[in-house]
């Protein structure tokens, strides 16, 4: 449900959203839309505990892909946390979101 949500959110504030629930279905994802420019990740997927992998995947495989991550746990807790990915700490607000996606877009630019 909190993909949905976020994918709303962001569908609404006008960007493409692509949500996915398991690490599998974010990896599938990740290759199959060669113009993705932003991910939103939760550093751990839930029940899966890979969204790590994901992230270095990215980083490994399209380093000029903005990422945030979503965590309850702070940075230093996710190593190695990307250094140019943005943190967004839970819970967050609608907010929070749009301006966290902001700067990683803009993180992105200067990538």
């Known amino acids: 449900m909190v993909a949905e949500t976020i994918a709303m959110v962001l ?3 006008g960007y493409a959203a692509h949500p996915t629930v398991t690490y599998r279905d974010a990896k599938r994802a990740f290759h ?3 113009e993705l420019a932003l991910l939103v990740i939760h550093a751990d997927t ?3 505990r890979r969204g790590r992998m994901l992230l270095q995947a990215a980083l490994r ?3 000029s892909t903005g990422m ?3 965590s309850s ?7 190695p946390f990307p250094r140019t990915a943005v943190f967004l700490e839970k819970p967050f607000d609608r907010a929070q979101l749009l ?7 803009a993180s992105r630019a200067y990538a």
């Open 46 to 48: 839930p029940g899966e």
């Open 11 to 13: 569908d609404d504030a």
């Open 99 to 105: 301006e966290a996606v902001e700067r990683a877009r």
């Open 61 to 63: 495989e399209r380093p």
């Open 32 to 34: 199959e839309l060669p």
């Open 73 to 79: 746990r702070l940075p230093e807790d996710l190593e």
């Open 68 to 70: 945030v991550v979503i």
